[in-house]
């Protein structure tokens, strides 16, 4: 069994190899060859430990995250998990990943596909509320799909973004990097917003001559009590894309509208139709939630572990 | 993170401490503190991978296990997997284990504590249909809650014996084995039967004058369609031990005394009420049906971790 820690997951990738995985979870998710049951919560005590499993292309995958709200007041990192890939022919081990570093950079890549399929190609400019770790990675993966001048960035937290900064410009070297000081601020400057939060009420102001005519792409609330989005914005939208269906009971973004009756299921449109369906894009204002899936976990996790084992990076040990 | 392998594993334990493992996860069950959803099942061209999570006192623990019936002719291991435990208030992840390892021991362990509450104390004459891996150390097991002086051994499949009794032997020293010609013998000769296949079929003859006033000790089937005892067997009881409630929908042992009306739901009793309990324990034939639960997988490889802690034994590696 190989094992890639964060660090020899970095080295083993690029951010073109990441999001060509996702555009293949979207290949198979549209052509349905893959087994994928719901997700299983566990939560105990405020604690969650989620399990996603998913079996296609020979690969099982499974995830195993934990979500441990009080980790930031302790300091120490929300997200923390695995994701093990077995052989499903003959059940042998092949490797086993960090967890959170290959869910930062699927969900980055998830942001950047949505990006390259929603947005027009000249787009430049980019606002982001929320500078946690998905956040960075939806940046640094989407300036491999777009080509960025600016970034537009707004916290709640002000104290995460000096720290947040210096990582994006690491990642992004050579692009300005605007901190806003306002959402209203961000939204005038930005063609394109990314929100990546778990805040259960809206990020964004209500206001509709400021929400028109932009891309949002939701990555944060992953429960229908959570919700990113203002309720206004649901009025100047005839539809809305997803990821996966089960968006459709997990987010309070994807919620909210349906049983408001502001929006009807067969508004609410998989991503994979218009990648590779015959589904045109919408003008004007368009909106794509993600709460990720696992057959992201398996494609990206199978592209790292391939990439590894030609570079020669990572720990052979026996299990 | 700890990674223990198979031979790390065998030098944490001790066959007691398994055994102590199991009853503290049978006190446990019985307590009720603890969070055990339905183990998942996702099968892909007849090979199955199987998600088991549990969280109690402290510990998350999830066990995947690969079931490809087909590597046996390709001289694999039928189950491959690991096990992976969390602290469950902060999500660090303590611990991996060779999954396979760990599903035989505590299957032993399960074995060996169904023998100590459902025999006399000077049994010492102990039969076994099916020479896997699982019998072997349910026969280690139980060597240390009774005084064994003779095993008597049956395989359908002949040539798996040889190495089997070899392996047996090691475990189990200055033990007489006896490989008997039939099952017919093998009741004839044994005061308490372990079953430890897979087969879809009885593996004991329908025989009532030789079946009665035994002990069975059956951990093979896990599955509706799987049933290693005749179904003569239950015309002789009125009540039957199982480890865990869900054994009534997946075991063919379970299933046919309760859809035949032969066994009423409250006959069918949590052998956790024998040990812990105030249920008393019938006369004459005994029938404990085991299919395991993700709690002695929990309990089990949090023993091994913290034993392997103390000998300082397993490989530290920074995922």
Known sequence: MLVLNSEDIYKSINPVGIIKAIEKAFFIQKNGNYLMPDRLHLTKNKNTQLLMPCIAENIACTKIVSINPNNQLKKLPIING???????????ILCLLNGSTLTALRTGGVGAVAIKYLTPNDINCIGLVGTGVQGLHVLWMLSHVRNIKQFNIFNYNTHQTELFCSQLEEKVPHTKIYITDSTKDLLNKSKAIITATDSPNPVLP?????????????IGSFRPIMGELPRSIYTLVNKMYIDVEYAKNESGDVTYPLEQGILKEDDVILLNNVIYGKTTVNEGIKIFKSVGMALFDLTTSNYIYQSALEKKIGTMINL
């Open 82 to 92: 695995t994701v093990q890939l077995t052989r499903h022919t003959t059940g042998s």
């Open 206 to 218: 209500e206001d509709i001559s400021l929400l028109e005519n932009k891309t949002y792409i939701c």
